[in-house]
């Protein structure tokens, strides 16, 4: 397709699906998880990987998401970690302080500037973010995860 026009349009993990039912943008390339909810909002390809929604934190004592009752987690706006996270709270009978970043960078950034105890997201883009602080070997993934998602 020679005539094939691609503008690239910025998104957020709060806009994609907006964006698309909108007609803004034809086409979203990122990490979005292909779930039931979220297909009958919009259509999905095959899924191309799957990634598991960890934590990542600065104090390795920490083992269990139940270790962070009482603490502040931060995690991305318009991200299936949020309602995954509030559905392990709920059924846990826990209490989670909840910041919400526009984005991982800001994300990872209310973590690594002590507003937050955890980040919660997918464990390749915890680990995407870790390799970009100045001291990576300050934080880790923990085994434990919140549910495996296929991303499309």
Do not use: W
């Not at 991200?79 to 994300?107: C, M, N, V, W």
Request: charged share 25%; proline share 5%; aromatic share 4%.
């Amino acid at each position: 397709m020679p005539n094939l026009k691609v503008a690239f349009q910025p998104v957020t993990s709060a806009n994609r699906i907006p964006l698309l039912q909108n007609g803004t943008i034809d086409i979203e390339c990122g990490s979005t998880t292909n779930s039931v909810e979220r297909q009958k909002q919009v259509a999905f390809g095959r899924p191309t990987s799957s990634s598991t929604c960890r934590r990542s934190e600065e104090e390795f004592r920490r083992q269990v998401l139940l270790d962070l009752n009482g603490k502040t987690i931060s995690s991305t706006s318009g991200t299936t970690s949020i309602p995954l996270l509030r559905a392990y709270e709920k059924a846990k009978h826990i209490d989670f302080k909840e910041l919400q970043g526009k984005d991982h960078a800001e994300s990872m950034q209310l973590l690594a500037t002590d507003r937050a105890q955890a980040f919660i997201m997918d464990d390749i883009l915890l680990a995407g973010q870790i390799a970009n602080q100045q001291n990576p070997g300050d934080y880790m993934i923990l085994s434990e995860s919140l549910r495996t998602e296929p991303t499309a």
